[in-house]
């Protein structure tokens, strides 16, 4: 390190299109003395992939004249992991827990999309019991909460507000933790199947979501105070990432940002899937079209979502010992896995039925789970409303027991288009805002 | 054996992906024909009359431009020959308000002769509540479909991925490069013909083939 010379800092070269510099951090200094003596006026920085306000490994390139963004591009594409193609290599059950790892953020609308899918190929969606879409209900509604506290945290965060970071991921903790009492996992639960859940409410279950629900209900209170009316809040965040109505229809944009130019669109609403007709919630809006009316939807669906849960709650009271899987045995794997202490695993009891008494339950058994189901052929298109917006899964069969194609049309993946139309013609330090208000998931963008 | 041209996918033998002697199941001899997708019939039910009605009475050229109509789980999907997609989708967008498209998925049958390479464009109406999935094939020879950045502009980087993963390519595109995968990367990672890739793994002395290589039901 000690051969190292001022200049190996911030050196530069000369190309066709002008000068370009390296920085590497902490070099300013002599970049800001080589591009003053300089004619040229536009500079263009490239923001990422690595840059910690970039949500992940999002790159983008800004052309700058002084501190305007006179062209801002995203280049994406870093976190490409190919999930589509490998599903297609696996069978339709394991397919959950593949795309739960597309948004990581909220894996379980990823899985409830894909079986929503896979279920219209089977034409068993009028079989799902009543119990498993209320469970689904439930998780999405949690996972909603969860992934909103990581938007509304780290947005604040990226904007300089530490405290709220460290308030919303203390909620969020709480929701963990029920994913984990109900799947036996926080992350990437793989618990929404094709034709129900993975397993039934746990012992316990239903008071642990009263409970909290009561504690986020609480709780939601540090942060709405801290931010919603704070001025230094509201000055990075009224009026910035203006997007309206007619940008969003011609970019595709749905969500919160749709939401926030004041046009009513969720699909729980519009087209109602696993029962969300059956529940009492509004659609939140504003129409300021800024980081701060997308911030006060997320901010307010939060009580709507915990009305939801409150009412989830009160339906699985009834359900009780009710089936979360679909009868048909040939799709419905045998058994309900079971919680242990290391967490979730078999089902002694079923193991210990199948090995002991019954041939024939082993045979079945065993065909389900190397071989899986089959699934008429065709294409059907499935979408629910993430916390992101539209999430829709393409599924196409060819009548075997893998996928032939599975497409996720991700909400962040298009929504990350609207960057340049809402950060051109900015500050710079407004970019950082715009983003963390689309609140892309880098996990879901390239897949 | 009867083979069926309006399904994209092939007849299958046996019930193990191997061709060769792997297949000791006993299965070896089963023959199961390809589904056939023929096009529906009228009345298609739900608002699907309403929507296929206006688009004839808007588009003389409707009995060229259209192959056919297929209604299936509940959902409409309309097969667009690809010189008329652009006008297609122009009326679409204006008269009968889908204003969304929410993108473009492409999908490989490579036993679709001619017809290799299908994009799938789900649209949505929000004035409506109706949902209708545009479907092009073109063939591996000469995958060009007209771009529709100009009329849904959010399909830019849709319209990008479905060029990086299948070769697809969209005329009239702004800028149709890849997006996904690094830029010199060479092929289209979701063809048929493109192989999932991995390297065997040995444990304690037995090889675990990659899963693309491995003996599988089907």
Known sequence: MSNFTENDYASSRQTTEGPIFDVTGGDWDSLVTEIGASKEERVVVNMGPQHPSTHGVLRIVLELEGETVKEARAGIGYLHTGIEKTTEFRNWTQGTTLVTRMDYLAPIFNETAYCLAVEKLLNITDQIPEKAQVIRVMMMEFNRISSHMVALGTGALELGALSPMIFAFREREKVLDIFEMFSGLRMNMAYIRPGGVAQDVPEGGIEKVRETVKYLRENFKDNSTLLIGNSIWI?????????????????????????????????????????????????????????????????????????????????????????????????????????????????????????????????????????????????????????????????????GTRPYRIHFREPSFNNLQSVAAMCEGSMIADIIGAIASIDPVMGGVDR | ?????????????????????????????????????????????????????????????????????????????????????????????????????????????????????????????????????????????????????????????????????????????????????????????????????????????????PPSDRRSYR
């Open chain 2, 1 to 209: 054996m009867e083979s069926n041209i309006n399904s994209p996918f092939a007849e299958q033998q046996g019930a193990f992906g191997t061709q060769t002697s792997g297949d000791t199941s006993g299965f070896g001899g089963v023959v199961k024909s390809a589904p056939t997708f023929g096009s529906s019939s009228r009345p298609f039910g739900s608002y699907f009359d309403d929507i296929a009605d206006n688009l004839e009475r808007a588009y003389s050229e409707f009995r060229d431009g259209i192959e056919k109509i297929v209604v299936d789980r509940g959902e409409l999907t309309i097969q667009v020959k690809a010189d008329h997609l652009l006008e297609i989708a122009q009326i679409l967008r204006d008269q009968l308000r889908f204003e969304y498209c929410l993108g473009v998925n492409g999908v490989h049958y490579p036993e679709d002769v001619n017809r290799e390479l299908h994009a799938v464009y789900p649209l949505l109406s929000m004035t409506n509540n109706q949902r209708v999935r545009l479907e092009v094939c073109v063939s591996d020879s000469n995958p060009h479909i007209p771009s529709l950045v100009s009329i849904y502009p959010g399909n830019n980087w849709h319209e990008r991925e479905t060029y990086d993963m299948f070769g697809i390519i969209f005329d009239g595109h702004p800028a149709l490069m890849r997006i996904l995968m690094p830029d010199d990367w060479q092929g289209h990672p979701q063809r048929k013909d493109y192989p999932l890739g991995g390297i065997p793994v040995e444990y304690k002395g037995a090889t675990t083939p």
């Open chain 1, 235 to 399: 000055a990075r965040t009224k009026g910035i990432g203006y997007l309206d109505l007619a940008g969003c229809t011609a970019l595709g944009i749905t969500g919160p940002v749709l939401r926030a130019t004041g046009l009513p669109w969720d699909l729980r609403k519009t087209q109602p899937y696993c029962g969300y007709e059956n529940y009492d919630f509004d659609v939140v809006t504003t129409d300021t079209a800024d980081v701060y009316g997308r911030f006060l939807v997320r901010m307010n669906e939060l009580e709507q979502s915990l009305r939801i849960i409150e009412q989830c709650a009160d339906k699985l009271e009834k359900l009780e010992k009710a089936p979360v899987m679909v009868a048909d045995k040939k799709i419905a794997w045998p058994a309900q896995l079971s919680v242990g202490s290391d967490g979730m695993g078999n089902s002694l009891e079923h193991i210990r039925q199948i090995m002991g008494t019954s041939m024939e339950s082993l045979i079945h058994h065993f065909k389900l789970v190397t071989e899986g189901f089959r699934v008429p052929a065709g294409q059907a298109y499935a979408a629910v409303e993430s916390p992101r917006g539209e999430t829709g899964v393409h599924a196409v069969s060819d009548g």
